[in-house]
């Protein structure tokens, strides 16, 4: 009798992008959320349209791991050309369930794995007559064998494709017919369940599946943007896909029909930058979103917004690099590039969430930053994050929050106070600003790049200048208290030894620490949200004899970070890296870092 | 340039409609070289101002980086102005078109500026019809740069810094305007006011892209013999196609004076303006005619002035976009924020 | 009687630029030159064409003393606008000579300063008809009258006029005129000379006066390069114009007549670094040069180069920043930017020339190393190097010196050996190119910015990927020992303190060493000159205990440079900084310094 | 796409005047989708190359980013290929060209990468009259980044994402290039490779900046009722203004063939064209009739198709600039160095 596993496997789908398969496994996932298992599902996909290889892989895990893990369990293999590879991928035990309508060469037997054929296109062939259909309901049949093989509740699959296809009834017969024929050809053929079964549980709660890049749009949208520029660049397209689809949503005027946003896709990266920096120099709240090379370009107008101090927000969803790179794959390799982007002195705001909830919640507080300082804010998505669904937390907004605005003065202030744009009047870097049309005579300045003095005058008085510079060095301090916290994983710290992460490598992270926990080896650890760091990111690392800084690019950036900004010993810092392009996994982190103390 | 504002130049200051002098439209005192045409451009604007009447707060002035672009602090100073960065006034007007649609956007330009590093942004501009004037202070070279040959240098004129005619052929901005669809196309000169400040009121009243094309000689780096931006050149070779003069409505009656040769074309605004033709046949509103005039000029090498082309049923980006009416800088929490009864919606659409 | 001071003075010109007077100050500072007297000018104008305040500043040092000095002893004030600050900046026992023309307020007067007033306006409308006579000979009057109260060798000085018009004769008589209205005036009217003196020495030896820029655009020439595409901004315009006019000297070919280089002037900053590439991917030697602004600007592309392995030399002459900043200023504060320049994990190497005569050895020197480590290189030059004439060495080139073209396959080696574009064949992180056009069938390969394997083929496959990632970074650790060493100054090292700097920053420094010396306080230095840093680098700050790193701009980019690159603990390092847009003077480095060292 | 090459598709394969057969100018597998317009663009630039008996190393291909620059992946194997950064391939060529002005250069784009990102670099290098053939396969859409409009999309055409029409009127770059005055000016379709094959032809035998607007259905975004660039839209409103036959110079004496109707054009690399004219009036080396039958065809809403302009005087850019005639990659430190010796004068004139 086999030993069961419940709850916890790895399942990869091996398809050719473009034939459709993306629903289906979309599917496959959704059903394991709603029987209430945690489930992440990551889609490895190549930079075409049609026809290349692309990969699906779900990792259902009933403790709540939700990063990546090696080491495949089951894999669904409908891809010919990538037989070879996929069949090598599996791990010892596993499955491989693949189209038996065409026989598997010799060479791809292996002894220590299990072979499931389904003759899914015969059975297709047979069924339906419609060759696109032919074609499209192959990845159901698959999915019905599954819900055998794992031992899922079919209705939930079934319900599923009900709630799909509530316009198109029609098609919802020939859907559970290729569930059925994928089913029942299973429970006939083999014996099901296999050792790797689902079972229902509680394991998800009130949480949602959701994509960061959908949330930051809907983080854009509650934060009160109102204009958009962008231009198309994977991964962060979606993020302005999501944001059109939601205003015409939320944001038409239910009276005129009228949209309460404006939607420009640009010409290229520096025409959206430079409309956001004009929509926000007008007194909109604006934003763009994009990637590596679309940071490149706009390199010089992020120094104009920061040394001119107008408000910008700027979505980067991180791909891998450097130049055009892995456009399909996910990295954090654009921390130093856009912490000091632009030339001359300065440096930026970032942001880095961990979960679409966080997308969400940083992208609106993202408008109220960039307002209150002046200055360009970046959050620090990646691929990995914006593109795959992820179990988060339902999004929630406080109705009684107002934004902030920032020092915005109005014609009545004007009339009290005195006005010089570049005035540091609270003591804070701070200075008051004024929206275009304002007052007829008062408050009105001329907005430069180069430098000016305290009312906005131009000059070329060094002294001048470096007293503004110094004083825009000040806004840094103070945002130091203002930007999101870290978070902690312990009540006080108990080791002289501690792990620093943030973004998506949270996730294996955690796991990983579990994982040394287990080993009793037990460490702190920290989740860093923001640039500038606050004061307990100092504290932390300051109480702490060994941190490990875990990235996922090559070059330890996020370390260098913490090392400029904290005038911290770099022997104190051990980095931990990965930079293949695929999410970091808990095993990775794991070995690299008790190796690390072995080594000590 | 002179440190001295020189406060004698209105003797008994007359006052507008909005009880504006016209010192009220100026700006400060111009750093740019005596003589230089972009000042007389400058002159040209706040008499147009002023003679609109317009409200210098509820204009905007954005430019990008040279001697052209320095002039928004020369004019207009109870106005916002924007310098921003080389080439890119185009997308920075823009966005704050998109923020704020009761504004009147006034965009200045060089033919550096506009010809070289920021042609993407201007053609993309125009294919917008966005509603801005654009006005490019045309002098063939980079001043600020001190007179290398730009891309509108025309074809064998000699520049100072280097010395050798531009091997190639000249950019025509309005060819290209019009290439790309403008609205509204003109150019002129900028020592003839008579001709150029009502172009610009014309060109504010539009409710769409109103291009401009302002020859400008830069007097230090491009008055040389053989340069077709020179002064000199440029008096002995203008042909004005058309005189202009602008209409406000509430004066709509004086609408028969010149009455004869002259064509009436109403506007969006629902403000009208009187073309005076020299040429009979010429309809700045048949945009095939237009073409054919301007490759005419090309072809006697003359450089055509005046409004050449105007689209009598050009839209506000904002009404093609479908934007609510109110600018969106003025929406608040209420317009803009659905709460979390709608969030919980989308929550319940993600399980 | 007056202690007279010889060859030791700070002397300033306050003018209105556009009026001819840059000529006329800069006969002045040759003549000391040829007097044999080490001299350093420096023009301080603003961002304009005509009428703003322009300054000419020229420090006058036998011991050779060539960075900026604090404390003016002579002011030429000839700007009516500028007068009162202009006399207030003398310093106290100095001189204030200026157009009686127009009578002097009262309130401009000081008691501790002497005012040597000569109408120069009057004696012009006196001598000359031309009205643009009138204005331009005042200039030359008052180099006449420093030539008396100075005691210079007026022969010296009529002599550069001979020259100067060789080819217009006529205009020297006028020209000798005025310089001797000028001396005579003063001669009658004041006891000459004053106690400021200059006296013919041996200082210079056969040192020439260049403007960095101009020795750069030699470099390039002798270098090699064939192909130049910029875009025109202050300060690295004139690297395009010399280049332009000696090759039109230099590289016509006798016979033909033809050209054996292409200049092309870009549309942007954009594409002159594109077409940089495209030569250089098909084996050209090419450049560009620009400044901050053109960096941001160029940052995708760069990184293109970077990735995909194409030389490429960029020359970065540093302006003030952030953003247009301060256009006619100079800093060193694009570092970070251009070390870390484009998205994705990169690093570029950089080299730090502190003379014209460096500019012009490491600018041939770039295309040596960029070709073989098919990298970009950049030359971090600066405002004040580029665009002031320097006292330096004579420029040197040794005929049988070869250029070093790199790894480069000829249809010969194509026919003998393997040929894999990013195969590791040497060990070294180097790898074989073909240039287009070499071999009918063999040697063909596909460039791209996006990941690939050893044979240039696309992959998405991470491990490979990663795999080329770690050979690149190989190029980096070659690197070190190809490039230029730093420089030392001392036989070997006396202290357990250092100084370290680079670039124009090396003037004021050694000063400022010396004036520490006198007090006792022995400290070694190095001067660094290249990116990555070699051994000797990292060996130097290992055996030292602190460090001041002296730079010229305000986030101390260079020591966050070696501390991320070195491993360094910052607190070892202090930071000596100036960013107001002027030349670092010794006076300031010394008191940063000593005050810092009194803290301890 | 398939995996397995098709070696099938040559049988016989005949060789040409170098002895290669039609296979070696081929490149690797496509990767694009089944159907895809591009694909039949590289099949002709295959077939143009081969009938010409190029070299496929004395040919440099360099394309941006986007479906279509991936295309050169799929041609000329045996040649260097250059996939650069999106829109800028004009300026990496213009480099390559500075560098070797002896190899062919053939630059792949898309409508994104040059009508948007990329319009600048394009219209510069047009300006400049750059000896190359600029290739845009035209298919109305961002198709790498699934089907945003481009620039290029007409007025109304409905794009798969987002199922809006285009607000905005559509670039024309045969326009452009036109205004632009280019020397070589053409348009056809993927599929038809009876007009395309020999425009490409004459285009790499044009001594200057040969440009050809190729509509290039993009099955998988494109193709959809309303869509302007769709399969069945142009095919129905295709007009074709002439077909012709390339003549390389060794066989002149054939020219005899097809006299009458035909116009021989001498170009200036010696070679001549012929072109068998439908409308007889119409004369491509005529700029100004180029311009009428534009703007008619715009009126009429055909789109024209074949070679529109054609400037026979076009001088290659080095002849221009007055470059030496060995390439510049090929100097070497005689030729550039001018010595220790030059370098002393030099050092003695700054003393
Ligand atoms: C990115 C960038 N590149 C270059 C420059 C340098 N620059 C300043 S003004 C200018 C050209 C100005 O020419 P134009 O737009 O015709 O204005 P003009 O001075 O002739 O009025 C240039 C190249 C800059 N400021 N920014
Ligand atoms: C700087 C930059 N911005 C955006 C992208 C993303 N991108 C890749 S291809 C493409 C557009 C391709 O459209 P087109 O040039 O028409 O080629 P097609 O795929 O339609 O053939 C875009 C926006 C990129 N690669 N680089
Ligand atoms: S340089 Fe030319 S453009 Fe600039 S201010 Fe002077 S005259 Fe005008
Ligand atoms: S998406 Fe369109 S353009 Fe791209 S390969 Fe597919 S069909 Fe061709
Ligand atoms: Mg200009
Ligand atoms: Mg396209």
């Given at each position: 009798?086999?030993n069961v596993?419940?709850?916890?496997?790895?399942?990869?789908?091996?398809?050719?992008?473009?034939?459709?398969?993306?629903?289906?496994?979309?599917?496959?996932?959704?059903?394991?959320?709603?029987?209430?298992?945690?489930?992440?599902?990551k889609?490895?996909?190549?930079?075409?349209?049609?026809?290349l290889?692309?990969?699906?892989?779900?990792?259902?895990?009933?403790?709540?791991?939700?990063?990546?893990?090696?080491?495949?369990?089951v894999?669904?293999g409908?891809?010919?050309?990538?037989?070879?590879?996929?069949i090598?991928?599996?791990?010892?035990?596993?499955?491989?369930?693949?189209?038996?309508?065409?026989?598997?060469?010799?060479e791809?037997?292996?002894?220590?794995?299990?072979?499931?054929?389904?003759?899914?296109?015969e059975?297709?062939?047979?069924?339906?007559?419609d060759?696109?259909?032919?074609?499209?309901?192959?990845?159901?049949?698959?999915?019905?064998?599954l819900?055998?093989?794992?031992?899922?509740?079919?209705?939930?699959v079934?319900?599923?494709?009900?709630?799909?296809?509530?316009?198109?009834?029609?098609?919802?017969?020939?859907?559970?017919?290729?569930?059925?024929?994928?089913?029942?050809?299973?429970?006939e053929?083999?014996?099901?369940?296999?050792e790797?079964?689902?079972?229902?549980?509680?394991?998800?709660?009130d949480?949602?599946?959701?994509?960061?890049?959908?949330?930051?749009?809907?983080?854009?949208?509650?934060?009160?943007?109102?204009?958009?520029?962008?231009?198309?660049?994977?991964p962060?397209?979606?993020?302005?896909?999501?944001?059109?689809?939601?205003?015409?949503?939320?944001?038409?005027?239910?009276?005129?029909q009228e949209?309460?946003?404006?939607?420009?896709?640009?010409?290229?990266?520096?025409?959206?930058?430079?409309?956001?920096?004009?929509?926000?120099?007008?007194?909109?709240?604006?934003?763009?979103?994009?990637?590596?090379?679309?940071?490149?370009?706009?390199?010089?107008?992020?120094?104009?917004a920061?040394?001119?101090?107008?408000?910008?927000?700027?979505?980067?969803?991180?791909?891998?690099?450097p130049?055009?790179?892995?456009?399909?794959?996910?990295?954090?390799?654009?921390?130093?590039?856009?912490?000091?982007?632009?030339?001359?002195d300065?440096?930026?705001?970032?942001?880095?969430?961990?979960?679409?909830?966080?997308?969400?919640?940083?992208?609106?507080?993202?408008?109220?930053?960039?307002?209150?300082?002046?200055?360009?804010?970046?959050?620090?998505s990646?691929?990995?994050?914006?593109?795959?669904?992820?179990?988060?937390?339902?999004?929630?907004?406080?109705?009684?929050?107002?934004?902030?605005?920032?020092?915005?003065?109005?014609?009545d202030?004007?009339?009290?106070?005195?006005?010089?744009?570049?005035?540091?009047?609270?003591?804070?870097?701070?200075?008051?600003?004024?929206?275009?049309?304002?007052?007829?005579t008062?408050?009105?300045?001329?907005?430069?790049?180069?430098?000016?003095?305290?009312?906005?005058?131009?000059?070329?008085?060094?002294?001048?200048?470096?007293?503004?510079?110094?004083?825009?060095r000040k806004?840094?301090?103070?945002?130091?208290?203002?930007?999101?916290?870290?978070?902690?994983?312990?009540?006080?710290?108990k080791s002289?030894?501690?792990?620093?992460?943030?973004?998506?490598t949270?996730?294996?992270?955690?796991?990983?620490?579990?994982?040394m926990?287990?080993?009793?080896?037990?460490?702190?650890?920290?989740?860093?949200?923001?640039l500038?760091?606050?004061?307990?990111?100092?504290?932390?690392?300051?109480?702490h004899?060994?941190?490990?800084?875990?990235?996922?690019?090559?070059?330890?950036?996020?370390?260098?970070?913490?090392?400029?900004?904290?005038?911290?010993?770099?022997?104190?810092?051990?980095?931990?890296?990965?930079?293949?392009?695929?999410p970091?996994?808990?095993?990775?982190?794991?070995?690299?870092?008790?190796?690390?103390?072995l080594?000590? | 340039?002179?440190?001295?504002?020189?406060?004698?130049?209105?003797?008994?200051?007359?006052?507008?409609?909005?009880?504006?002098?016209?010192?009220?439209?100026?700006?400060?005192?111009?750093?740019?070289?005596?003589?230089?045409?972009?000042?007389?451009i400058?002159?040209?604007?706040?008499?147009?101002?002023?003679?609109?009447?317009?409200?210098?707060?509820?204009?905007?002035?954005?430019?990008?980086?040279?001697?052209?672009?320095?002039?928004?602090?020369?004019?207009?100073?109870?106005?916002?102005?924007?310098?921003?960065?080389?080439?890119?006034?185009?997308?920075?007007?823009?966005g704050?078109?998109?923020?704020?649609?009761?504004l009147?956007?006034?965009?200045?330009?060089?033919?550096?500026?506009t010809?070289?590093?920021?042609?993407?942004?201007?053609?993309?501009?125009?294919?917008?019809?966005?509603?801005?004037?654009?006005?490019?202070?045309?002098?063939?070279c980079?001043?600020?740069?001190?007179?290398?040959?730009?891309?509108?240098?025309?074809?064998?004129?000699?520049?100072?810094?280097?010395?050798?005619?531009?091997?190639?052929p000249?950019i025509?901005?309005?060819?290209?305007?019009?290439?790309?669809g403008?609205?509204?196309?003109?150019?002129?000169?900028?020592?003839?006011?008579?001709?150029?400040?009502p172009?610009?009121?014309?060109?504010?009243?539009?409710?769409?892209?109103?291009?401009?094309?302002?020859?400008?000689?830069?007097?230090?780096?491009?008055?040389?013999?053989?340069?077709?931006?020179?002064y000199?050149?440029?008096?002995d070779?203008?042909?004005?196609?058309?005189?202009?003069?602008?209409?406000?409505?509430?004066?709509?009656?004086?609408?028969?004076?010149?009455?004869?040769e002259?064509?009436?074309?109403?506007?969006?605004?629902?403000?009208?303006?009187?073309l005076?033709?020299?040429?009979?046949?010429?309809?700045?509103?048949?945009?095939?005619s237009?073409?054919?005039?301007?490759?005419?000029?090309?072809?006697?090498?003359?450089?055509?002035?005046?409004?050449?082309?105007?689209?009598?049923?050009?839209?506000?980006?904002?009404?093609?976009?479908?934007?609510?009416?109110?600018?969106l800088n003025?929406?608040?929490?209420?317009?803009?924020?659905?709460?979390?009864?709608?969030?919980e919606?989308?929550?319940?659409?993600?399980?």
């Amino acid at each position: 009798m086999k030993n069961v596993k419940i709850n916890d496997m790895v399942i990869r789908f091996a398809n050719v992008n473009g034939t459709g398969s993306a629903s289906a496994n979309d599917m496959f996932a959704k059903a394991i959320f709603r029987m209430g298992i945690p489930v992440s599902p990551k889609n490895i996909f190549p930079s075409n349209i049609q026809g290349l290889p692309t990969w699906f892989e779900v990792r259902i895990n009933g403790k709540g791991y939700l990063g990546r893990r090696d080491g495949i369990d089951v894999m669904v293999g409908v891809n010919p050309h990538t037989l070879k590879r996929d069949i090598a991928s599996v791990q010892s035990g596993g499955y491989f369930i693949y189209d038996s309508s065409r026989k598997l060469h010799a060479e791809y037997m292996r002894e220590d794995i299990h072979y499931l054929g389904i003759p899914m296109m015969e059975m297709c062939m047979e069924h339906y007559s419609d060759p696109r259909h032919q074609q499209l309901f192959k990845n159901i049949v698959y999915v019905g064998a599954l819900v055998a093989l794992l031992n899922m509740d079919m209705e939930v699959v079934k319900n599923i494709i009900r709630e799909q296809f509530a316009k198109k009834e029609k098609l919802i017969p020939p859907n559970h017919l290729a569930l059925d024929l994928g089913f029942n050809y299973m429970v006939e053929h083999f014996d099901c369940p296999i050792e790797f079964q689902v079972e229902k549980m509680n394991g998800v709660g009130d949480k949602i599946l959701i994509e960061g890049n959908a949330a930051t749009a809907l983080g854009a949208i509650y934060g009160g943007a109102t204009v958009m520029a962008w231009y198309p660049i994977t991964p962060s397209t979606s993020v302005a896909k999501s944001f059109e689809t939601y205003c015409k949503k939320l944001r038409i005027d239910p009276v005129t029909q009228e949209k309460k946003y404006a939607f420009v896709q640009a010409e290229d990266e520096l025409a959206a930058v430079g409309m956001v920096i004009g929509a926000t120099w007008n007194g909109a709240r604006a934003f763009t979103s994009t990637s590596g090379p679309g940071i490149s370009l706009m390199s010089e107008f992020i120094g104009l917004a920061y040394f001119a101090e107008i408000p910008a927000v700027i979505v980067n969803v991180q791909r891998g690099g450097p130049s055009t790179g892995m456009p399909t794959r996910t990295q954090q390799a654009d921390i130093l590039s856009t912490a000091y982007a632009s030339h001359g002195d300065k440096k930026h705001m970032l942001l880095f969430p961990s979960t679409p909830t966080e997308c969400f919640e940083m992208t609106a507080q993202a408008f109220d930053l960039a307002d209150h300082f002046q200055t360009p804010v970046f959050l620090m998505s990646d691929l990995d994050l914006g593109m795959n669904n992820h179990l988060s937390d339902p999004l929630k907004w406080d109705d009684n929050r107002k934004y902030n605005l920032g020092k915005v003065m109005s014609a009545d202030d004007l009339e009290t106070k005195e006005f010089g744009r570049y005035l540091d009047v609270d003591n804070d870097g701070v200075c008051y600003r004024t929206i275009p049309g304002t007052h007829p005579t008062k408050g009105s300045f001329f907005t430069r790049g180069t430098s000016r003095d305290e009312y906005a005058r131009y000059t070329e008085d060094g002294k001048v200048y470096a007293r503004v510079m110094r004083r825009i060095r000040k806004k840094w301090e103070t945002a130091k208290s203002h930007v999101p916290a870290p978070e902690f994983y312990q009540k006080e710290n108990k080791s002289n030894q501690g792990i620093i992460f943030f973004g998506t490598t949270t996730y294996a992270a955690l796991e990983a620490m579990d994982m040394m926990k287990e080993q009793g080896l037990q460490m702190d650890s920290m989740r860093i949200r923001a640039l500038p760091f606050n004061q307990e990111v100092a504290d932390f690392i300051s109480s702490h004899d060994e941190l490990f800084v875990i990235e996922q690019n090559q070059d330890a950036q996020f370390r260098s970070l913490l090392i400029n900004e904290l005038e911290v010993n770099p022997s104190k810092l051990v980095p931990i890296l990965n930079n293949d392009g695929m999410p970091i996994t808990a095993n990775n982190i794991f070995n690299q870092i008790t190796k690390g103390i072995l080594v000590n | 340039m002179t440190f001295l504002k020189p406060t004698f130049r209105h003797p008994g200051l007359p006052k507008n409609k909005v009880g504006y002098t016209k010192a009220d439209y100026e700006g400060s005192i111009s750093t740019l070289c005596a003589g230089c045409g972009h000042d007389s451009i400058s002159g040209a604007i706040v008499q147009a101002c002023f003679e609109m009447s317009l409200m210098p707060h509820e204009i905007a002035k954005i430019s990008g980086i040279g001697c052209s672009s320095k002039t928004p602090t020369y004019f207009l100073g109870n106005s916002h102005g924007f310098n921003s960065v080389h080439g890119r006034m185009p997308s920075v007007t823009t966005g704050a078109n998109m923020a704020n649609r009761d504004l009147i956007y006034l965009g200045v330009s060089g033919d550096g500026d506009t010809a070289s590093i920021g042609m993407g942004q201007f053609v993309h501009a125009v294919r917008r019809n966005l509603n801005m004037t654009y006005i490019v202070m045309n002098n063939g070279c980079y001043g600020l740069t001190k007179g290398q040959d730009s891309a509108t240098a025309d074809f064998g004129s000699i520049s100072k810094s280097g010395k050798i005619p531009t091997p190639y052929p000249a950019i025509d901005l309005v060819g290209l305007a019009m290439q790309m669809g403008a609205t509204f196309v003109a150019r002129s000169f900028s020592g003839d006011k008579t001709q150029l400040v009502p172009l610009i009121k014309t060109a504010l009243s539009h409710p769409g892209f109103a291009f401009i094309d302002c020859i400008s000689p830069c007097v230090t780096f491009n008055n040389n013999k053989g340069s077709t931006k020179s002064y000199d050149y440029v008096r002995d070779h203008i042909e004005a196609t058309s005189m202009l003069d602008f209409v406000p409505e509430e004066q709509e009656i004086s609408v028969e004076y010149a009455e004869g040769e002259s064509k009436s074309v109403q506007l969006h605004d629902g403000s009208s303006i009187l073309l005076k033709k020299l040429s009979p046949n010429f309809d700045p509103t048949d945009r095939r005619s237009a073409f054919d005039r301007l490759l005419n000029a090309k072809d006697k090498g003359e450089i055509l002035t005046g409004l050449i082309y105007l689209d009598p049923s050009s839209q506000d980006l904002h009404d093609v976009m479908g934007s609510v009416k109110k600018p969106l800088n003025s929406l608040r929490e209420k317009d803009l924020n659905p709460g979390m009864e709608a969030l919980e919606v989308i929550n319940a659409s993600l399980r």
